[in-house]
């Protein structure tokens, strides 16, 4: 068993006649694959003209040994310099392959600014008011929610229905979640002077886990000397959203609805610049990875379907011209997601802070037709939670404004994780909700929540989520002729020579899954209208064959960490069957639970390919990225490697 993918026992006795391979032992302190790697590298690189057929015996010897290793040990010897990167709206995921779990670090940057002339939060003036309009759809949703959640109706009150309802508390437990009710406490912003630049660093190294670093923080803010203090330059992560609004400070976010949070306000170079900062300080003080050893790791990027082909390209230039890594390779998140879970075919569902995705993956290839991108996330049902208190009148008396004080949205997103769920009946919990005042200690307001259960039924039904906040840049930037990604519906893949005649029905066909795929000119990417339910249906109803929609729909991968949220799984099995066309003979929905945790399924499946890509034929060298970059019909693309794992998911799968 290789990483949750059954893989059943072969004789390698008969094969790679080209390498001579011997498996025996010898006194070297390397291992088996190891030496052999060594040796093969060393006789490829001799026979100048090798043909396809021979670098696939290759490809399948590497594949003959990855069902005797050890996962461990294969992460261990090939893991230790490889750097997953899994940047997102809200959060970047960074680790080394090796690592079980990745950290997890907000993805936004505050820089100090002139105090009399500035923005707290870089966005702030994109943002745009809630129409009348958009109120009254927001309210007939909620009534559409509340009839199916058995639930009273927004303005109606309780004692004036006559309708049994069903009750149910929370109080604090969420089976998905720990609860977690302290307090944030506001950053130092102060660099102490003790006659070094460290505590700058390892002041912001907290960020990570602001549970365990929010008392120490406090405690050594009232230690600092007022005469001696200083202005901290660039702080980045959570602490950066925990600055108070009255301090001379910036917030950026580098990615905003999916996309670099490029606009007239925020330009390109200077979105690069803050992301090569907070990368490189990740790198630094994650990582243990000086700018001088950079050269002996490469890059594995998991880039969310919504990015388009220039800022690929921007973000590798970072990589490899800024970080100096030596090579990257750029992979999509629902490919990766499937690896990351050991499956080879799924409709995989990414639920992220801001937007939503679907598309479909067949035997490890992405279907190109099937991609559907949803303005909405996690972020969209926090707001929700709080318009929703607000309009009950059980919100406490506070001002909190998410807008201006990104630390009130920290807050709402934990309640949202610790008690809503989706569920009949009426939903209630006693919560402890925090007050943000300027530099102020917070305080504590103990309220009774209700229609808990509503906000994420917004997935359903977007009307619900007013996307007033953060509206995507503006997309004439990204307009690119240069295509990242490998068309591989025109891909020749040679026959090997032990396999079924339907997986390779000649050395000369391409694979039978891309007969009904014709060529799709690049077009921007667009959002659609929808809601959750609508979009998986459409997105595996495109695939055009039955049989593959019937595994599909009984392959439902949710990912991202609006997939934590309770009662999730059977609302989307049950709003997707009723989504379903009455024409069409599919009568079974099944969503797959998770073998990782949600949120870094993607980083883990990106973690996996990397390990397992031998012949990295995707992969960028930094050399040639500075020298050439990308040169249309070159026969070089760089790509996100649907090549590779197309030939491992077919040889896999036989």
Known sequence: MLFGIGIG?????KRHRFVGLTLGNTNTGKSRFQREEERIKAEISSNYKRTKVQFFEFFYFLMDYLKTVVPSQLLAERGSNLVVINPGSANIRVGLAKQDSPFSIPHCIARRTDQFSKLNVQDQLLNSQVTTAQHMEREKAYDVIASLLKIPFLDEEVGNTSVPRKMGRVDGYNPQNNRKDGAFTWTDIHVKDLKSSVPQESSSEKSVVPESSV???????????????????????????????SEP???????????????QHYPMQQVLEDLHALWDWILVEKLHISRQERSLYSAILVVPETFDNREIKEILS????????????????????????????ACVVNLGAQVSSVICIEDGVALPNTEKTLPFGGEDISRCLLWTQRHHQTWPQIRTDILTKPIDLLMLNRLKESYCEIKEGELDAVAVVHSYEDAMPAGSHKTRLTALNVPPMGLFYPTLLIPDLYPPPPRSWFHDYEDMLEETWHIEFPRRSDMPDGIYPNTNAGLQMWDNYPFFPMKPKKEEKVGLAEAITSSILSTGRI????KLFCSIQLIGGVALTGGLIPAVEERVLHTIPSNEAIHTVEVLQSRTIPTFVSWK???ILGVLDFGRDAWVHREDWIRNGIHVGSGRKYKDSYFLQAQAMCYINS
């Not at 026992?9 to 006795?13: L, S, V």
């Not at 400070?249 to 606009?263: D, E, T």
């Open 605 to 607: 499946g990106g973690a």
């Open 249 to 263: 400070y910036s917030l950026r976010r580098l990615i905003r609805r999916g996309h670099l949070n490029i606009s």
């Open 215 to 245: 008392q120490n923080e406090g405690t050594e803010s009232k230690e600092s000397t007022l005469a001696e203090q200083k202005f901290r330059e660039v702080i980045f992560g959570e602490e950066a959203l925990r600055i108070s609004p």
């Open 547 to 550: 049989d593959l929609q019937r």
């Open 9 to 13: 026992n072969i004789n390698t006795t």
């Open 318 to 345: 970072v990589l490899l011209g800024d970080l100096c890594f030596s090579s990257a390779v750029v992979h999509q998140e629902g490919l990766a997601a499937v690896f990351g879970n050991g499956l080879s075919t």
